[in-house]
C-alpha cells in the first residue's frame, strides 16, 4: 500500500474479516502471529492507538456496533475523539462548537 490509499477487507460472513479488522484496529486481542504497518509492530494495541496511526473500523453492522441511534450524525462523528484538546472543554465536555466547525 501507499499513502493515501484506503484498504478494505471483505469476505463471506463467518471466515474471520470481522475479526481481523478488530485485531488491526485493537478492537480485539490478537491470539496468534502479529500484526506491523511500515514495520512498526501493532499488534494488541490499543483503539486510541489505531486512531492515531490513522486507522479506521467500519463494522459490518454499523446501526448496531458502530453508532448510537439516538445521537445525532455530528455526535457519533466525534466518538474516539474525546481525548484531543482540540474538542475538549475540559476532562468531562466535549466543545460541541469545535466539534461542528
Not at 494495541?45 to 456496533?65: K, N
Not at 484538546?85 to 462548537?97: E, I, S, T, V
Request: net charge negative; hydrophobic share 40%.
Amino acid at each position: 500500500m501507499r499513502a493515501g490509499e484506503v484498504l478494505g477487507i471483505a469476505g463471506v460472513a463467518g471466515n474471520g474479516q470481522s475479526e481481523l479488522a478488530q485485531v488491526i484496529t485493537g478492537l480485539r486481542p490478537c491470539s496468534s502471529g502479529r500484526v506491523t504497518i511500515n514495520g512498526q509492530e501493532i499488534s494488541n494495541r490499543s483503539p486510541g492507538f489505531a486512531i492515531a496511526q490513522d486507522l479506521s473500523h467500519v463494522p459490518e453492522d454499523r446501526q448496531r456496533l458502530g453508532m448510537i441511534m439516538d445521537f445525532a450524525a455530528w455526535e457519533n462523528m466525534a466518538f474516539g475523539y474525546h481525548n484531543d484538546p482540540a474538542y475538549q472543554k475540559n476532562r468531562l465536555l466535549m466543545d460541541n462548537g469545535a466539534i461542528l466547525e
